[in-house]
């Protein structure tokens, strides 16, 4: 596609209800990134995937997250048992390894409005 | 390890006033430096890369290797680069992108 995808782009879940959240990145970007921004806060980096290698699940919150990327290319963060904390917009984001001015840029999609009442 | 700090969280000018948001970076290789802005409701975007050495929107931004430094700077500030701005840091060699806390600029009329 054009540019990063994300759905749904709001979700209103109850709490202890789990949630999935799908990202479509950029056709061929081999990287690919989860962050969440909380209102009002920064970027908080959750999990990166980079081709075939293991993914960096460094900064995933608890167990209740989880990630995972099909065939090098969708990716769908699942949080579990959802608590009113988890509320925030996800990102996903997606890159291409590239010299000079023509790579090395990451595309961010619109963003996951996650709601947990 | 690589890092990348903006020490001001909010940073509050004045419509016309020079403004200047510092970023900070550990990075022991070559590193690309840029500055991803993200307005109101609208999705993150670059706004300038080191690389480039250009001007966007009237903001500026030197890679300081000595100072391990790249603050973004605009000399007029005006009210619709209210937003939230983030520092980021990447290399070929790795690819992957590490991202400053952000700061919010507010410019007041």
């Known amino acids: 596609g054009a540019g990063v995808s994300q759905s749904p782009s709001n979700k209103v879940t109850e709490k202890g209800k789990d949630v999935e959240l799908r990202c479509d990145p950029i056709?061929?970007?081999?990287?690919l990134y989860w962050y969440r921004q909380s209102l009002g806060q920064g970027l908080e980096f959750l999990i990166y995937?980079?081709?075939?290698?293991?993914?960096?699940k460094s900064g995933l919150p608890s167990d209740r997250f989880s990630a995972e990327r099909t065939g090098g290319s969708v990716s769908t963060l699942t949080i579990q048992r959802t608590q009113q904390e988890d509320s925030a917009v996800y990102l996903c984001?997606?890159?291409?390894?590239?010299?000079?001015?023509?790579?090395?840029?990451?595309?961010f999609g619109e963003g996951s409005w996650l709601t947990v009442v | 390890a690589q890092r990348v700090t903006q020490p001001e969280k909010l940073l509050s000018v004045f419509k016309g006033a020079p403004v200047e948001l510092k970023c900070n970076y550990s990075?022991?290789?070559?590193?690309?430096l840029f500055w991803y802005v993200q307005y109101s409701r609208q999705r993150l975007q670059l706004l300038l890369r080191?690389?480039s050495r250009e001007s966007i929107k009237g903001f500026t931004a030197d890679l300081n290797k000595g100072e391990t430094s790249f603050h973004l700077k605009k000399p007029f500030a005006q009210e619709e680069d209210s937003a939230m701005y983030y520092c980021?840091?990447?290399?070929?060699?790795?690819?992957?992108?590490?991202f400053g806390s952000g700061t919010k600029l507010n410019v007041k009329p």
């Open positions: 080191h690389i």
């Open positions: 056709s061929g970007h081999t990287a």
């Open positions: 990075y022991s290789g070559s590193p690309e």
């Open positions: 980021a840091l990447s290399s070929y060699n790795f690819n992957k992108f590490y």
């Open positions: 995937f980079q081709g075939n290698s293991a993914p960096d």
């Open positions: 984001a997606s890159s291409l390894r590239a010299r000079g001015e023509s790579g090395n840029t990451i595309y």
